[in-house]
């Protein structure tokens, strides 16, 4: 079910997030979002309700109920994660108007010794969240490159800590923090400079054509048609019509063709 955008009042306010398996995320502020662990908690309720129908008789009425409580113990863990990261994600988009975050590999973390922390975390979903809500509130999220955002210190020093080494003590500027807030530190700067670049070279506006969600006469319209901007390879059934758009997710204004 598509409603219609409504557009947050433009913020100067950023930050970096980065996510994690003590805490679920650290903003580049100092705050961190504690980790629920919301399947963790359930595994003693999940063993119970998986042993039942394992005891149970293949094909009895029993063994069909033992099953509809194990499929609704499942539901439940996945609704509570969903509520969660929908509640966080609402937050952050609220006070923030640009957020940047780590472009990570989750599905090949997942694949790895702590895949069930990986997959109780929910990384992907809670990215695609702030992903679709900043751009129908006219803000945005940045992916930066997550190679060395934790070895490196906010003053630009390399500093090597391996997965146990949960504080960063730089020896040049002497910074001591937590490892994951010194990462979102070092992400807020690394987004800014992304989105920079991909606005010279022009991928920013080709996202904000993709989404189909402009600001036009004040309003922000979900375009019917596909558009691409000027300059691009012309394509069959052109018309003769030509607009003049604002983007609303990065205040890019660009002319557009439009096609049937």
């Given at each position: ?46 063993r ?8 149970r ?12 409580l ?41 694949g ?45 020093t ?93 205040t ?9």
């Amino acid at each position: 079910m598509e409603g219609e955008a409504a557009p947050l009042p433009v913020s100067d306010c950023a930050t970096g997030i980065d996510v994690g398996l003590n805490s679920f995320a650290a903003l580049s502020d100092g705050t961190e979002i504690q980790n629920p662990r919301h399947y963790r908690r359930a595994e003693a309720r999940l063993r119970r309700c998986q042993q039942k129908v394992a005891r149970r008789r293949m094909g009895s009425n029993r063994r069909r109920k033992a099953v509809r409580l194990l499929q609704r113990a499942h539901v439940h863990v996945g609704n509570q994660r969903r509520d969660f990261q929908h509640k966080e994600s609402r937050k952050l988009v609220n006070e923030y108007g640009t957020i940047a975050v780590e472009d990570l590999n989750v599905k090949g973390l997942a694949g790895g010794m702590l895949a069930k922390s990986v997959h109780d975390a929910g990384w992907s979903m809670f990215v695609t969240m702030l992903v679709y809500k900043t751009e129908c509130a006219g803000r945005r999220v940045v992916k930066v490159d997550p190679r060395g955002t934790s070895q490196t210190c906010v003053c630009g020093t390399r500093v090597p800590k391996t997965l146990a080494d949960r504080w960063h003590e730089c020896p040049a500027c002497g910074l001591s923090v937590g490892r994951d807030v010194v990462s979102a530190q070092v992400i807020l700067p690394n987004g800014r400079d992304s989105a920079l670049r991909r606005q010279r070279r022009g991928g920013s506006l080709m996202r904000c054509l993709r989404s189909r969600r402009v600001l036009r006469d004040g309003v922000v319209t979900f375009l019917p048609f596909q558009i691409y901007s000027t300059g691009y390879r012309n394509r069959t059934k052109l018309q003769n019509t030509c607009d003049f758009l604002e983007c609303t997710c990065c205040t890019f204004s660009f002319h557009i063709y439009w096609f049937q």
